[in-house]
C-alpha cells in the first residue's frame, strides 16, 4: 500500500512539474509578445505624428506656394519668370526623371 502512494505521489508531482513547466513557458511566450506589441505601438504612435506634421504642413499657404510654383511653374501675375539659357541639365534626362515619378 506504501508502495502505490509512494508511486502515486511520484507520478502526480511529475504531472505537476510537467503543467507547471507549460505555464512558465507561455508565461514568457506572453511577456515576449507584450514587449514587441509595445514596441509596435510605440512606432505606430511615431507614424502617426509624422503624418500630423505633414498634414499641418500641407495646410500652411506658404507650403501649397512652394508647390504651386516648383511642380506647377505658377508665378503670380505681375512677376515674371526667367529661365537660365545656360544650364547643365540634359533635357532628354530630366524628361526622363519626369516620367519615373508620374509628371
Known sequence: ?????????M?????AILGFGE?????????????NLKAEKIAVAQKIDNIHENIEL???ISYVEILARENLNMVYPDEKKYIAANTNIN???KAENNQEFGD
Open 11 to 15: 507520478i502526480f508531482l511529475f504531472i
Open 58 to 60: 500641407l495646410e500652411t
Open 91 to 93: 533635357i532628354m534626362e
Open 23 to 35: 505555464q512558465i513557458s507561455k508565461i514568457n511566450y506572453l511577456n515576449t509578445e507584450i514587449q
Open 1 to 9: 500500500m506504501k508502495q502505490k502512494l509512494k508511486m502515486f505521489t
